[in-house]
């Protein structure tokens, strides 16, 4: 079975610190793997995905296949980083689901 | 630029009644998938839908059923609505790759609360 592990509910940080919120999955075979956040009172939005091996709002996130895992970072936290992450993970091509992680809540302070 | 429509965006209904909800895709997307979000939990996909046809199921109750329309737009319908139903549920919609690489935008959610 499919499975996305987000180990922190919660992740304070201050303005121009180190972000890394923690990702791991499981899955036997090759998945795709999406960061997806989302503002206060706004929707769901695709961060990034793995394929892409972009670099979005200063966010990164690299697929680490030994260790199954795929943890977002960003080197200096703006307070409009602020939001909900969800790590997501996909085992097929497309109409197939994603399968999401429990969320992270990451909360810059200034 | 358009994005994904879903109404109605709340529903309050009792328990044992039927809901209808509705999503309208980014125009030329013809996957639609819908996705149940409880309290304090994450996204749970239910079913999804291309080319009017099923293409993934999840853990979708018997009570539920939704269909993808010529128009590409869907319908959940959920029927005998229990308490547990109430939730937000997502709809999403993706297209041609390359074009989206496959993503799939969300819409803002419909809120269904059953007393």
């Known amino acids: 079975a499919q499975r996305v592990t987000q180990p922190e509910k919660l992740l304070s940080v201050f303005k121009g610190a180190p972000v890394e919120l923690k990702c791991n999955y499981s899955?036997?075979?090759?998945?795709?793997l999406f960061w997806y956040v989302q503002y206060s009172r706004q929707r769901l939005q695709l961060l990034l995905r793995h394929i892409s091996r972009e670099s979005i709002k200063g966010f990164t996130a690299d697929l680490n296949k030994g260790e199954t895992s795929f943890h977002l970072k960003k080197p200096f936290a703006q307070e409009e980083d602020s939001a909900m992450y969800y790590c997501?993970?996909?085992?097929?091509?497309?109409?197939?689901?994603?399968?999401f992680g429990a969320g992270t809540i990451l909360r810059v302070k200034s | 630029a358009a994005g994904v429509i879903q109404s109605p965006r709340h529903l309050i209904k009792e328990k044992r009644e039927t809901a209808t909800l509705k999503c309208y895709p980014i125009p030329r997307h013809d996957t639609v998938y819908w996705y149940q979000q409880g309290p304090g939990q994450d996204p749970q996909f239910l079913i999804s839908f291309y080319e009017k046809m099923q293409s993934d199921k999840g853990s979708i109750p018997d009570r539920f059923s939704a269909q993808q329309f010529s128009d590409y737009h869907s319908e959940l319908n959920m029927s005998s609505l229990e308490l547990g139903d109430s939730a937000l549920y997502f709809c999403?919609?993706?297209?041609?790759?390359?074009?989206?690489?496959?993503?799939?935008?969300f819409g803002p959610g419909t809120r269904l609360t059953v007393l």
């Open positions: 899955y036997s075979g090759s998945p795709e």
């Open positions: 997501a993970l996909r085992t097929g091509g497309r109409g197939n689901k994603l399968v």
């Open positions: 999403a919609s993706s297209g041609d790759p390359p074009e989206s690489l496959d993503e799939q935008f």
